[in-house]
């Protein structure tokens, strides 16, 4: 199949299903074949993906959340938020996948309430991430802790919100922000 196939952008897909319509309006079976095929092999790569990183969460989960709420296990359950918001990211802005999404949404939030029940930091041993040089951890943190730390948390969501556009680090800036300007008016 001549020419280049880019899933990537919205003008490669573009260009992808204009090559399509053309072969098949030349009945040019071979090409329309080829192109199918493609999109075929890119799904199940994404498909690859999604399945080895919910199996690392799965390790990752069992990992932290093993322990007796000793300084090692509070290291585990930071390092495992850190993984499940990258993973939110890669779902929501790579492989456009809901359900991978929800899931490290809600071990985010499992692994947060792990980490309230152990004194004397709690959910604060977030605070670490908000330094992260992932945009996405860094938003996912800042989303956890702008209630209870709010002059760490504010200055961070608020930078992310200025620089991350339309990224899953972006949405979830803003969503916290305007979380936080509702209960600001309510109070």
């Not at 322990?67 to 456009?96: H, I, M, N, P, S």
Request: proline residues 3%; aromatic residues 6%; glycine residues 4%.
């Amino acid at each position: 199949m001549p020419g280049s196939i880019d899933l990537k952008s919205l003008e490669g897909l573009q260009a992808v299903i204009n090559r399509f319509i053309a072969a098949h309006e030349r009945n040019d079976t071979e090409t329309q074949l080829a192109i199918l095929r493609h999109f075929a092999a890119f799904e199940k790569a994404r498909y690859a993906v999604k399945v080895e990183k919910l199996a690392e969460l799965k390790r990752i989960m069992a990992a932290a959340q093993a322990g007796d709420g000793d300084a090692a296990q509070v290291e585990r359950l930071v390092a495992a938020f850190a993984f499940c918001a990258e993973l939110k990211r890669l779902a929501t802005d790579e492989l456009d996948d809901r359900e991978t999404q929800h899931r490290a949404v809600d071990s985010m939030h499992k692994l947060a309430a792990e980490l309230d029940a152990i004194p004397p930091e709690g959910r604060a041993a977030l605070a670490v991430l908000l330094d992260d040089a992932n945009l996405a951890v860094r938003a996912s943190a800042g989303a956890f802790l702008w209630r209870t730390m709010p002059e760490r948390a504010l200055p961070v969501l608020r930078d992310i919100d200025r620089k991350a556009g339309s990224t899953s680090a972006g949405f979830t800036a803003m969503w916290a922000l305007s979380a936080h300007e509702i209960e600001m008016r309510g109070h």
